[in-house]
């Protein structure tokens, strides 16, 4: 116990000033997309709770936004969904799913403004990036 306490003290000193370097980093990249941008888009799948859910805390908070980032480094917003799982009581809504539900109606609406098919919306996944504000669901 008393070592645990001491490692969570250490990690407490150190960890703020580690991170306040990966925030000021603004060269940091993943897959060519910076960490700047990165954080915007984790942001907005935060707000994508309140915004779809009506509440920005409701039970089970997790949100998703899925962007292409194939025009632009700062990407654009395809579409967003949050845990549905207790509004539907389908068990398989978490905000990841509900995202790619979401992404494929909008990709596969006859009058919208991708007006995929099928396939090409599947295609098409292959170009977006999935963020969410936790740990991805395994079944994505």
């Known amino acids: 116990m008393r070592s645990s306490v001491c490692v969570f ?3 407490s000193a150190i960890l703020p000033a580690a991170l306040a370097v ?15 941008t990165r954080a915007h888009w984790m942001r907005l799948a935060n707000e994508a709770l309140g915004e779809i859910s009506g509440s920005p805390c409701p039970f089970a908070a997790f949100g998703t936004v899925i962007v292409n980032h ?15 799982n207790e509004n539907t009581g389908n068990p398989s809504l ?27 919306a599947q295609d098409a996944f292959a170009d977006l990036t999935l963020y969410t504000n936790a740990e991805s669901c395994p079944m994505v």
């Open 22 to 36: 990966v925030l000021a980093d603004t060269n940091l990249m993943i897959n060519g997309i910076t960490f700047p």
């Open 94 to 120: 978490h905000g990841e799913m509900a995202a790619i539900k979401n992404c494929t109606a909008i990709l596969t609406d006859p009058h919208g403004k991708f007006r995929m098919s099928a396939s090409e």
């Open 70 to 84: 194939t025009a632009s480094e700062a990407g654009k917003l395809i579409c967003m969904g949050v845990n549905e």
């Open 9 to 11: 003290a250490l990690l």
